[in-house]
């Protein structure tokens, strides 16, 4: 399997952005999907996670009500729609699955798979 995010980029605060992860070897029908970031100088934190059947997401507090996990009805493409963004969403965001779970982990050492970063500059 492998991940690949883009679609970060240097915005201002309110603006809106949506990163993709496009997967390929399996697509998210067989893969929990979820995306998490990583601020200079802190630990990997969850975002946002999505069941396989789309039915069921987790969101970090911090991003409740201003993001939105989905993906594309062939399961794909994973997407993360940012709204609302303020100078503290400014990190490298990177897409990741696990497989064979219906559980929505929000530890990034239980997922299998990782995409590469994209960075999100939210300015003031």
């Known amino acids: 399997v492998q991940l690949q995010a883009s679609g970060g980029g240097l915005v201002q605060a309110g603006d809106s952005l949506r990163l993709s992860c496009a997967a390929s070897g399996r697509t998210f029908r067989s893969l929990v999907m979820a995306w998490f970031r990583q601020a200079p100088g802190q630990e990997r934190e969850f975002v946002a996670a999505?069941?396989?059947?789309?039915?069921?997401?987790a969101y970090a507090e911090s991003v409740k009500g201003r993001f939105t996990i989905s993906a594309t009805s062939a399961r794909d493409t994973g997407y993360l729609e940012m709204n609302s963004l303020r100078p503290e969403d400014t990190a490298v965001y990177y897409c990741?699955?696990?497989?064979?779970?219906?559980?929505?982990?929000?530890?990034?050492?239980?997922?299998?798979?990782w995409g590469k970063g994209t960075l999100v500059t939210v300015s003031s």
């Open positions: 990741a699955a696990r497989l064979r779970t219906e559980y929505l982990y929000r530890d990034p050492s239980m997922m299998d798979y």
């Open positions: 999505r069941d396989r059947s789309g039915i069921r997401t």
